[in-house]
């Protein structure tokens, strides 16, 4: 069933009201009728069955059949700090992380990130990126759609660390020395509803210095299996092994 | 440490000869010199780090310095059967899968894939994703290149099933359902060096008809959590979760 995230003002008295592109979408895209059933989701609150009574490209109307309970989030949030990487693969951290239960995204400049982005270049991304995870939490049957931060400077993700449960760092050298119990230290350490911040460097890694600052905060060095993962990778093995973790294994 | 896959005749009395587009890359690409250091694998079998001491774009030398042990290797051996999906997702789907430690892939025709190959354009395209695959293995460290078998028929996936321990099918209405134990259990019943085959459908899912025949031969339908994945996504959560269950918890 298609699947659409609304305002909580566009859910009253168990109506829906859709406009903009949803609604254009609804009635050009899709050619619902009257009768077909969608399913509507005011972000981290309700989310509604409903049935389509009325139908046009900039408003479409539909009466609440049920009230679903939101089970679709992982037990922990998770935000991926994502040391900028070349091109176009934050797009795909972005959508594949959706799809995958990440609460937030967090790009920030790391020393080694080739890509530098001016004010106006990183709003125009950030929106863009915005849009996708949009898109992807629909997909998914998400209940929220993750946030997408516009890049910060390294400073500033130190500075949010503490606003964290815990913060751990996908370390290229703890792969390759063996590492392999601090993840499940990590997940087995937190209770369902706290909070998980997840630091990856860019294509080059994370230069020794910021590793050292960031484990200075407290944050964990950890690694994710003897294999070297890509800096686009890394982020679904850690969103993949929380949810056979927390949901699975439960 | 820059790595290359030789044959076997390529490594004799402790001397690595590289020749072909690996030998280009080495002295043109990579512009190494005398003294320089790389890692060879020879698939399944021995890994060295050895020491160039010839360097043309014809033929490289090398000495070997130390045999290293092969420990990158998932512990059970996961091929991914993935109903033939549209466009270069495949391509996807084989990058990154090798990175998380798959053995091998096989695409298939399955009811609701769209792509249809003839048999030039099969095997074109295998050409093509095995030559990721060598890329992707290279790069993530791993001691074997992956196969990238030639699309097959649905029918032919079905008969070789029994060469496999156990065969799982990534199954939406499972996840839809909330079936949340089948994973977990089939890795609990696989000790080291046995086979997974897993099953995904292409973008519309697998027929009931498909999942049927599935099952009558053995396979188990399996969720991987509440969320919807897509048909790209879904072995990237399956690797995952294999690489945390035996390697991070083992």
Redesign the interface.
């Known amino acids: 069933m298609q699947r659409y995230f609304i305002e909580a003002t566009q859910l009253q008295n168990d109506i829906v009201t859709i406009i903009g592109d949803d609604a254009h979408h609804i009635s050009n895209v899709m050619r619902m009728k009257p009768e077909a059933e969608i399913i509507c989701t005011v972000p981290g609150s309700s989310t509604v069955r409903c049935v389509l009574t009325n139908i046009s490209s900039e408003t479409v109307t539909a009466t609440v059949v049920e009230y679903v309970e939101n ?2 989030e992982l037990p922990i949030s998770i935000t991926i700090a994502s040391g900028l990487p070349k091109g176009d693969k934050l797009e795909l951290i972005v959508q ?1 992380g959706t ?3 990440a609460s937030g995204f967090l790009p920030f400049a790391a020393a080694r990130s080739i890509v530098k982005l001016d004010d106006k270049k990183a709003g125009k991304k950030a929106e863009r990126w915005q849009k996708i995870a949009k898109e992807a939490a629909e ?4 209940h929220i759609v993750p946030t997408v931060e516009q890049p910060v400077a390294f400073q500033q993700l130190l500075n949010i660390i503490p606003q964290f449960d815990a913060c751990i760092v996908a370390y290229e050298e703890s792969a390759k020395t ?1 590492e ?2 601090q ?2 230290q990590t997940f087995q350490s937190l209770k369902e509803g706290t909070r998980l911040l997840v630091v990856f460097g860019p294509e080059g890694g994370l230069s020794e210095k910021e590793v050292d600052q960031l484990t200075a905060k407290g944050a964990k060095l950890c ?8 800096t686009e ?1 890394a982020p ?2 850690v969103l ?2 929380a ?3 927390f ?4």
């Open positions: 089970t679709n594949k799809e995958l239960g997909q998914s049957y998400r063996g392999t119990a993840l499940v690694g994710l299996g003897p294999r070297i993962l890509r990778t679904f093995y993949a092994a949810s056979y973790h949901e699975l294994m439960g």
